[in-house]
C-alpha cells in the first residue's frame, strides 16, 4: 500500500491515510479521473484538503498511489518531450517498455488494462488518468493544430504495442528485445508526432 | 445465430446445426483456434467431420459463425494484399475500420475484445484466430526474413487503434473521419511491413 519512494511524505498513525486511499478509490471509480476531487475526496474521508496534499501531493500522485503502478508519466513524459526533438518517439517507446519490465509495474499495469477493458465503468478512471499526465502533456508539447490527434495516434500505438506484448502476448512482440521495438516502433510515434 | 449471407448452405432441420455450434464454442473455449479441430468438434456434436464442412465450410468460416462475427480476413486480407504493394497499409486500414461501422461488427468485435482481454482463458482462441486467419497472411505476403515480426507490429497498431478507437473511445481517436486515420495510419503499416 504505503511507499517510502517519496521522501517528506509522513506517515499517519490515525488511520487517517487509509481513510483518503479508500475515499480515493470510491470517488475515482465513480467519477473518473478527470471528475474527480482533492476536496471531494478530503470530505468522503472525512479529514482536510490540506491533508491529502500533504500525504499524497497532487491528484496524480494520488492516484497513481491508488492504482499501486510506481510510475510518474506526470513526471517523466516530460522529461523526454524536452530532450532531443528527433528522438522523442524511441526514447517514449523505451521509457514504456522499460517500465513494464519491471515486475511490479507490468503485473499492476496488465491488471489495470485488464480490468479497463473488461468493463466500460472501470475504462473511465484508466482512460481520464492516460489523457490528463500521458496524452495531455504529449499534446501540450506539440504546437501543431492537430495536437490532439496526434498525441492519441501515439497513445494508440503504445496501448497495442503494451495489448500484444504483454495481455495478448503475441509471440513476435512479446519476444523482441526491447531495443528491436524502439527501432521499429519509435520511428512511428516520431511520425505521428513531428511529421 | 445463423444467417443467410453464404448462399449454398443448407439448413438443417435435426439440430445438428446447432449441435454443432455448441461443440464448437467448447472445443475453441478449451483448446484455442489452433488447438481445436473439425474431427474434434464432429465427435463432440456426435457427427461426422464432412457434416461439419458441408454445413460450416472450413474451420476459419465456423470460427466467424461462432463468434458471430460477419467478417471474412481470410477472404479479404489476401484481396488487399494482392492489391497495389504501395496502397496495402491504407487500405488494411480503411478495411478495418469499414468493417467496424457496421454495428453488428463493431458490437461483436468489441465484446470480444472485452472478453479476451479479461480473461487469460478467452484470449487464446481469439489471438490463434487473429495469428492464422491475419497475422499469418499478413507474413506470408512479405517475402523478408522478419515477416512474423513486421505482421505481428502491423497487428500491435491495428488493435491500439480499434482499443483506443471503439473499447477506450479517446474522443480523438473516436471522432476521426475513417480517411483521416487512413491517411494517418496506413503509412505505419505500409512502414512496418515494406520498409
Known amino acids: 500500500m504505503s511507499t517510502t519512494r517519496r521522501p517528506?511524505?509522513?506517515?499517519?498513525?490515525?488511520?487517517?491515510?487509509?481513510?483518503?486511499?479508500?475515499?480515493?478509490?470510491?470517488?475515482?471509480?465513480?467519477?473518473?479521473?478527470?471528475?474527480?476531487?482533492?476536496?471531494?475526496?478530503?470530505?468522503?474521508?472525512?479529514?482536510?484538503?490540506?491533508?491529502?496534499?500533504?500525504?499524497?501531493?497532487t491528484k496524480a500522485d494520488l492516484f497513481?498511489?491508488?492504482?499501486?503502478?510506481?510510475?510518474?508519466?506526470?513526471?517523466?513524459?516530460p522529461t523526454i518531450l524536452a530532450g532531443p526533438r528527433e528522438q522523442i518517439g524511441e526514447n517514449l517507446v523505451r521509457y514504456i517498455l522499460e517500465a513494464f519490465e519491471r515486475p511490479e509495474v507490468r503485473r499492476r499495469g496488465v491488471m489495470m488494462i485488464r480490468v479497463a477493458v473488461g468493463s466500460k465503468l472501470m475504462s473511465q478512471p484508466l482512460v481520464g488518468f492516460l489523457s490528463r499526465e500521458l496524452i495531455g502533456r504529449i499534446a501540450a508539447a506539440t504546437d501543431a493544430p492537430d495536437a490532439a490527434l496526434r498525441a492519441n495516434l501515439v497513445a494508440?500505438?503504445?496501448?497495442?504495442?503494451?495489448?500484444?506484448?504483454?495481455?495478448?502476448?503475441?509471440?513476435?512482440?512479446?519476444?523482441?528485445?526491447?531495443?528491436e521495438l524502439v527501432s521499429r516502433i519509435g520511428p512511428t510515434l516520431q511520425r505521428y508526432l513531428c511529421a
Open 156 to 179: 494508440s500505438q503504445m496501448v497495442g504495442m503494451l495489448m500484444t506484448r504483454y495481455v495478448l502476448k503475441l509471440p513476435a512482440i512479446a519476444d523482441a528485445p526491447i531495443e
Open 8 to 57: 517528506g511524505r509522513p506517515r499517519g498513525a490515525s488511520g487517517s491515510r487509509e481513510r483518503i486511499v479508500a475515499a480515493a478509490v470510491d470517488e475515482f471509480g465513480e467519477h473518473g479521473y478527470d471528475g474527480a476531487t482533492i476536496r471531494a475526496i478530503a470530505a468522503r474521508a472525512g479529514v482536510d484538503s490540506a491533508l491529502v496534499h500533504h500525504y499524497f501531493g
Open 64 to 77: 497513481a498511489e491508488v492504482i499501486g503502478i510506481p510510475l510518474r508519466p506526470d513526471v517523466d513524459v
